[in-house]
């Protein structure tokens, strides 16, 4: 298994801001991905980060809004751009396994007043 | 990507073994059966995943029938502890392109009772 940390473990922003969050993995890892948790909501996968490669995106979620950086192996950044109350949510990052399991970080929780 | 059916929510008590059970009828001939476990203010925490017949770990087990299209997870001897959140998912990491994507549902609220 992965341990996985993220900074800030959670924020308040105002709006028209943007916050970075940072993923670390303690090893390398290719596949890195971004949910986000709404209140009382299930996950959704907002993008998948390859080292070297630009992240792909799933539909309803852009680029501009959510620019995601992939620098090595162990670490990722998430920037959550231009905030509303909208994006107030729980970001998670997670990492895949040998066998394709998944290993979650243990989120960033965004409030966006 | 096979949709999964589970049960809202579910309620037991302490020493009690539990059965989540989901419902995935289209699921693909390469598709794999992947549970995971979620405590409030926490990311998800794998558990077990299968293909067919048993899996058994120190967790749980997961017992697939013949024609896979549904998937039973069962927590021996409950205890409060194991109140979270259980997500069933389906998969096939091949066909996303060398990686599992992950689609979410709603999962299954398990609360357990002293």
């Known amino acids: 298994s992965a341990v996985i940390s993220q900074k800030p473990s959670r924020d308040i922003c105002q709006r028209g801001t943007s916050l970075t969050i940072q993923c670390q993995v303690d090893?390398?890892?290719?596949?890195m991905f971004w949910y986000r948790q709404q209140p009382g909501q299930s996950l959704t996968l907002i993008a998948t980060?390859?080292?070297?490669?630009?992240?792909?995106?799933e539909s309803g979620f852009v680029i501009d809004k959510f620019p995601i950086s992939r620098p090595n192996l162990t670490f990722s950044t998430l920037t959550v751009s231009n905030m509303s109350p909208e994006d107030s949510s729980i970001y998670l990052c997670?990492?895949?396994?040998?066998?394709?399991?998944?290993?979650f970080g243990p989120g960033t929780r965004l409030t966006v007043t | 990507l096979a949709k999964t059916t589970q049960p809202i929510s579910m309620d037991s008590y302490e020493g009690q073994e539990v059965n989540i059970t989901c419902s995935h009828n289209?699921?693909?001939?390469?598709?794999?059966i992947t549970w995971y476990q979620q405590f409030p203010s926490q990311g998800p925490r794998f558990i077990i995943q299968?293909?067919?017949t048993k899996v058994t770990n120190e967790v749980a087990s997961l017992f697939i029938p013949a024609d896979r299209k549904s998937s039973t997870l069962s927590l021996p001897r409950v205890s409060l502890s194991d109140t979270a959140v259980y997500y069933c998912?389906?998969?096939?990491?091949?066909?996303?392109?060398?990686?599992?994507?992950?689609?979410f549902g709603a999962g299954t609220r398990l609360a357990v009772h002293p």
């Open positions: 980060a390859n080292q070297g490669s630009e992240a792909t995106y």
């Open positions: 997670s990492v895949e396994g040998s066998s394709y399991e998944q290993y």
């Open positions: 090893s390398q890892v290719t596949m």
């Open positions: 299968g293909y067919k």
């Open positions: 289209n699921i693909a001939t390469n598709d794999y």
């Open positions: 998912l389906v998969g096939d990491p091949l066909f996303s392109g060398g990686y599992n994507k992950l689609i």
